[in-house]
């Protein structure tokens, strides 16, 4: 994961920015998985799964 995206991105949905091949691209965070990130990083996407399969949503 590189970051997160811009807020305007994110009126509806999580998007973090991911690096493939020479691209950076946004991506949906509840799509993300990712089992060689740090600790950190899988401890934040697991939260927002679990935010998002409790039926939350933004406003």
Avoid: K, R, S
């Amino acid at each position: 994961m590189v970051g997160m995206a811009p807020e305007e991105e994110c009126e509806q949905e999580m998007f973090v920015e991911i690096a493939w091949d020479d691209y950076t691209l946004a991506v949906p965070l509840i799509q993300l998985e990712a089992p060689e990130a740090d600790a950190e990083t899988q401890q934040a996407i697991a939260d927002w799964h679990y935010w998002v399969n409790q039926g939350y949503e933004f406003g």
